[in-house]
């Protein structure tokens, strides 16, 4: 359970240093875009933890079950945000690339208070009973 909690503070780290590095810059750029991939990565590597924890729950559970459901729309949702947004594209609409990422960011920070709320405690009390 460390594990996640200590990923929930990076990628929440992550996101407010881009958030601040968006309000610095006035375009995209290289630092810019290896931030993108540093997030896209530790988020990356959290899900696959996440999803590792889960397997000790039962496959019926509902909050597993709803915890997996809403990831899903969310990793499409990311995803379909960086095909739409290739460097070019951010270059030339800034600010709407910035607005974008900000409502993204503004969910993913919703889902890790849900997953705190709801999943990880039944992740620890399953744990416990286990």
Do not use: N
């Amino acid at each position: 359970m460390h594990d996640l909690h200590h990923d929930h503070d990076e990628l929440r780290t992550l996101m407010h240093s881009f958030a601040m590095a968006m309000d610095q810059s006035t375009g995209f750029d290289a630092d810019l875009q290896r931030a993108r991939v540093k997030f896209y990565q530790t988020f990356q590597a959290h899900v696959a933890r996440e999803e590792a924890y889960c397997q000790q729950l039962p496959a019926d559970d509902p909050i597993r079950i709803q915890g997996a459901a809403d990831m899903q729309v969310l990793i499409r949702d990311y995803s379909a945000q960086v095909a739409a947004w290739p460097p070019q594209r951010v270059k030339a609409e800034f600010p709407a690339y910035r607005r974008a990422v900000l409502m993204l960011q503004a969910r993913l920070r919703r889902r890790l208070d849900w997953e705190e709320r709801h999943l990880h405690p039944r992740l620890s009390a399953f744990s416990r009973a286990a």
